[in-house]
């Protein structure tokens, strides 16, 4: 009797045999699960929304900086060049 084989029948596993729950494959990572979690969906989606809003809600403050110097920032580095141009064109 190996190490892999049941306990309680001494048979040995069929290495064919998949888990019920085993992830499908979308692309080369395939689904970035946890190894061994189910796939599931949450049943109140609502709530779980509500939840995680309640939860994140003392860090608004930081989350609505992040965003709004994320937004800046991307502005900054698409039309900064265009207005250096302009500037460095009229000769100021």
Same mark, same amino acid.
């Given at each position: 009797?190996?190490?892999?084989?049941?306990?309680?029948?001494?048979?040995?596993?069929?290495?064919?045999?998949?888990?019920?729950?085993?992830?499908?494959?979308?692309?080369?990572?395939?689904?970035?699960? +946890?190894?061994?979690?189910?796939?599931?969906?949450?049943?109140?989606?609502?709530?779980?929304?509500?939840?995680?809003?309640?939860?994140?809600?003392?860090?608004?403050?930081?989350?609505?900086?992040?965003?709004?110097?994320?937004?800046?920032?991307?502005?900054?580095?698409?039309?900064?060049?265009?207005?250096?141009?302009?500037?460095? +064109?009229?000769?100021?």
């Amino acid at each position: 009797m190996s190490v892999d084989a049941d306990p309680r029948t001494g048979a040995e596993p069929d290495p064919d045999d998949k888990p019920a729950y085993a992830p499908q494959t979308g692309g080369p990572m395939g689904r970035m699960v +946890a190894p061994g979690m189910p796939l599931e969906r949450s049943k109140d989606f609502r709530g779980t929304l509500r939840r995680l809003g309640s939860r994140l809600t003392p860090d608004l403050p930081r989350i609505v900086a992040v965003v709004v110097l994320t937004i800046s920032g991307v502005l900054l580095s698409a039309f900064g060049p265009r207005i250096l141009g302009e500037r460095h +064109a009229r000769g100021k």
